[in-house]
């Protein structure tokens, strides 16, 4: 079990693109589609984005238009495509060290602490370096009086706090968030929203945001992809060129949310009345 674990740890810290490497992610022409019963499921079409380092990108598009495909494609679990996808120039060749994931549900191992879960995956280090890093990442989290809880100890929020600090202790160069507020409630999803932003500015990692949640894109995106209904294609990139942090009840804020909503209801037939 051992060796296997290192086996995979090997193999991760092979797939990633060294620190040295300018971390702007690059996706060319890229198309993927399922097999499934017997046909083809086209997911993703002639998919075309340039991510620069340290940007922070929110995308949005309906159920089903492929963003957790894109965002598996480019984590490297997901392969069998056609196109590019590049971090530095290189060939995603697999999940790395360099890429962290949260996802909506937070996948904490249930028998292992706070500090334990951290700590799992961290690589190459020292006891006293990972004591120290993991700290750290808690620190940063704000979730240090918490190290030795479980996580059913945990609120749903403090949990997905813990699954941020997880995707973040190796220091990766990309972090991808699949909806990691969706499962919040609202006044959480704020909270977080406002943490995620404070780790963004501190730490200055590249982010890819997925959500539903349009407000959330606009306050934390430098930019808003808007994905098409199946086959997700890229309708339109809106840049958000607002001081941080954003007032949601500004002028320009709306402004941005109208042009977002024209353009995510511009196919739906009987769009629902949308008054701002
Ligand atoms: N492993 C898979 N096998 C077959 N089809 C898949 C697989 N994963 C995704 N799909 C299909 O690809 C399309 C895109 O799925 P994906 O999960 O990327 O959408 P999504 O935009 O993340 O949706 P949601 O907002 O509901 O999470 C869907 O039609 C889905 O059924
Ligand atoms: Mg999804």
């Known amino acids: 079990m051992e060796g296997c674990l290192f086996g995979q740890l090997r193999a991760l810290e092979e797939n990633s693109v060294s620190a040295t490497t300018a971390s702007n992610l690059t996706i060319q022409n890229l198309n993927k589609s399922y097999k499934v019963a017997g046909g083809d499921v086209e997911a993703l079409q002639g998919i075309n984005l340039d991510i620069r380092e340290g940007e922070f990108v929110s995308i949005v598009g309906s159920s089903g238009c492929g963003k957790s495909t894109l965002l598996r494609i480019i984590s490297g679990l997901e392969n069998g495509y056609s196109g590019e996808v ?72 403090m949990s997905q706090r813990v699954a941020i600090a997880r995707a973040l202790v190796n220091n990766p160069q990309l972090l991808l968030l699949d909806e990691p507020f969706g499962a919040l409630d609202a006044m959480t999803r ?30 934390l995106g430098d930019r808003v992809v808007i994905m098409s209904s199946r086959p997700g294609t890229i309708k339109k990139i809106v840049p958000v060129h607002l001081p941080r942090p954003r ?30």
């Open 86 to 157: 590049k971090i530095g120039g290189k060939r995603i060749g697999g999940p790395g060290l360099d890429r962290g994931m949260v996802f909506q549900e937070h996948r904490l191992i249930p028998w292992l602490t706070v500090e334990q879960n951290v700590a799992f995956g961290l690589n190459g280090l020292e006891n006293g370096e990972r004591d120290t890093v993991v700290r750290e990442h808690l620190e940063l989290v704000e979730l240090t009086g918490f190290a030795k809880a479980l996580p059913h100890q945990l609120s749903g929020g």
């Open 190 to 219: 704020i909270q977080l929203q406002q943490e995620i932003l404070r780790i963004w500015e501190a730490e200055r990692t590249t982010m890819v945001l997925v959500t539903h949640d349009i407000d959330e894109a606009i306050f």
């Open 247 to 276: 007032d949601r009840s500004s002028y320009d804020f709306v402004q941005i949310r109208k042009e977002i909503f024209t353009e995510f209801f511009a196919d739906v037939e009987r769009p629902f009345a949308y008054e701002i």
